[in-house]
């Protein structure tokens, strides 16, 4: 079974530009999710789709950061415009997500390093 | 929401099992509990997952006391290469949203 696909692997931008990551979910996944982690952290939820719904996006900051799932498959993460602070790796999980019980664990990507200068 | 409490860190040798202890007081009916393995530039990896008393894979075990305010996962015979950020998760009661903390640096010397 392929994993969950990202990219791109690393990003280096300047502050107030902007960055966009695709994700590729394992297929058949209908639950996807985008993590932000800062070094020494563990992962922060910032959106979660079901299909191509928004579930949960009360993390995301929504004044710079924007998420979409075109047709409930492929999901792409943008930051615009970026700060120093948005230094982190951004991960992409999915998993099969069961209705109403949480029975399957997520697989996630190897993620995308972002350094913001 | 249900918040989880771990060691920041942990040390153990080569051929040790190592216990790695997890609160989630506030655990909802319907949660499950599930432990990830972090290596630097990756992504974290499912390990095990259960609900009540005791699971066990190829991989590890977890122990889950009847009240479920807490759970053990325990590593048999760690080698170097177990050496990890360990985090303990436990789903909000429907299934759709985990809060990870900052997880158990786990360092295994040989």
């Known amino acids: 079974e392929a994993g969950v696909a990202q990219s791109p692997r690393y990003k280096i931008i300047e502050k107030r530009q902007s960055v966009a990551f695709w994700c590729n979910p394992i297929?058949?996944?209908?639950?996807l999710y985008w993590y932000q982690q800062i070094l020494g952290q563990g992962p922060k939820l910032l959106i979660q789709?079901?299909?191509?719904?928004?579930?949960?996006d009360s993390q995301l900051p929504k004044d710079r950061f924007s998420a979409e799932r075109l047709k409930g498959v492929d999901s792409t993460l943008k930051i615009q415009p970026a700060k120093l602070e948005d230094s982190a790796v951004y991960l992409c999980?999915?998993?099969?997500?069961?209705?109403?019980?949480?029975?399957?664990?997520?697989?996630f990507g190897s993620g995308t390093r972002l350094t913001v200068v | 929401l249900a918040k989880t409490t771990q060691p920041i860190s942990m040390d153990s040798y080569e051929g040790q099992e190592v216990n790695i202890t997890c609160s989630h007081n506030?655990?909802?009916?319907?949660?499950?509990i599930t432990w990830y393995q972090q290596f630097p530039s990756q992504g974290p990896r499912f390990i095990i997952q259960?609900?009540?008393t005791k699971v066990t894979n190829e991989v590890a075990s977890l122990f889950i006391p009847a009240d479920r305010k807490s759970s053990t996962l325990s590593l048999p015979r760690v080698s170097l290469s177990d050496t990890a950020v360990y985090y303990c998760?436990?789903?909000?009661?429907?299934?759709?949203?985990?809060?990870f903390g900052a997880g158990t640096r786990l360092f295994v010397k040989a």
């Open positions: 999980a999915s998993s099969l997500a069961g209705q109403g019980r949480f029975q399957y664990g997520y697989t």
């Open positions: 297929s058949g996944h209908a639950t």
């Open positions: 789709f079901q299909n191509n719904g928004v579930v949960d």
């Open positions: 506030n655990i909802a009916t319907n949660d499950y």
């Open positions: 259960g609900y009540k």
């Open positions: 998760l436990v789903a909000i009661t429907g299934g759709f949203k985990t809060i």
